[in-house]
């Protein structure tokens, strides 16, 4: 069988995939969706397990995909996900999950054992209070019963995802790093991307890189981390002298488009070669209707090859994609 490689236009390839298995979440943050919730897509248009494993399975042998992430929406409400991470562990691929972690407390072990490697937990203070401010939802203690059962799983590194919202928990950075390091989970704060469902995001309310940084070193010593960053989109720090680190996702004010190595596949079968693409690529309805495994291989050749050379935030005729961070995946 030939590999081929799925390579744009600029010459970057992508070797790491995200697998959004749904669309729905448990929690309500404030910079993803509404308080009343989303439209959820139709079941009907949901990939299956064996249509997600199937394109999985094309990605990996015969697209030299290494590395696959599942991502929601939230990816514990998958039922089938147990099975779904064990199969495409099964095909010799690094696996990992982002999840919020409510209900990882029960599905930890049963994720390690099916051979899930390591996950990412989206959490952005260690206040219950700012907790059910920014999410809706009074369920702190269960983000931590599950990152606790995570690590007594063995799904390490643990990292967690951090975003900082203006007059909300953007004081909050150093005690939530102390709280990281204590526990020997990494840390990584993003800055907060134009992907909610309200359209309500502005550059001005943003908290920057260099905001983050300027929070972080009041209470902390921050020197680069010596390897090489790569395509990791985290600019990595040792903390006072180390060994814990702390990370910066400066997706907007410093983006690293050019060292991208990454596609994604929605929970309803389309690819889109971008977080930010405002097209996609269905896979479903050419699946559906018969399409062999060579057939959608070259489709998402095809895809992959129109991806813009960035994401264009910086861009005044920038638009929003139509489709929320929820129903896209991270």
């Known amino acids: 069988m030939m590999t081929r490689a799925l390579e744009d236009r600029y010459g970057r390839v992508a070797t790491d995939l995200r697998v959004s298995l749904t669309d729905r979440c448990n929690l309500r943050c404030s910079y993803c969706m509404p308080a009343e919730g989303l439209d959820w897509l139709p079941d009907e248009t949901v990939l299956s397990d064996d249509e997600v494993v199937r394109l999985v399975r094309i990605a990996v042998e015969r697209l030299g995909v290494r590395e696959v992430r599942f991502t929601g929406g939230e990816p514990l409400v998958r039922r089938g996900l147990v099975d779904i991470v064990r199969r495409t562990h099964e ?21 390690a054992d099916a051979g899930l490697d390591r996950i990412n937990v989206s959490l952005d203070t260690i206040r219950p209070e700012t907790f059910l401010e920014i999410t809706r939802r009074d369920r702190f203690d269960d ?21 900082l919202l203006r007059g909300v928990n953007d004081t909050e950075a150093p005690e939530l790093l102390r709280w990281c390091l204590d526990r020997g989970y990494e840390l990584r704060f993003i800055e907060q991307m134009p992907l909610d469902a309200q359209h309500g995001w502005s550059r001005e309310a943003m908290v920057t890189a260099d905001e983050i940084f300027e929070r972080l070193e009041s209470a902390f010593v921050l020197t680069p981390a ?16 180390g060994p814990g680190t702390v990370g910066v996702i400066a997706s907007v004010t410093r983006p690293f488009c050019g060292d991208c190595d990454r596609v994604r596949l929605t929970a309803d079968g389309q690819v889109r070669n971008c977080l930010f693409a405002r097209q996609e690529s269905d896979l479903r309805l050419a699946m559906r209707s018969g399409a062999s495994d060579e057939e959608l291989a070259d489709r998402w050749v095809v895809a992959m090859a129109g991806k813009l050379p960035g994401h264009g935030i910086d861009d005044p005729t920038f638009l929003q994609p139509d489709r929320p961070m929820s129903a896209i995946g991270g």
Not at 91 to 111: D, H, I, K, M, Y
């Open 91 to 111: 095909l010799g691929v690094e696996t990992s999950l982002t999840t919020n972690a409510l209900g990882l407390s029960r599905t930890a072990q049963a994720l």
């Open 226 to 241: 010596s390897e090489p960053r790569g395509s990791a989109p985290a600019e990595l720090f040792m903390v006072d002298g």
């Open 143 to 163: 983000v931590v019963a599950g990152l606790e059962a995570a690590q007594a799983a063995g799904l390490g590194p643990i990292k967690i995802n951090a975003v």
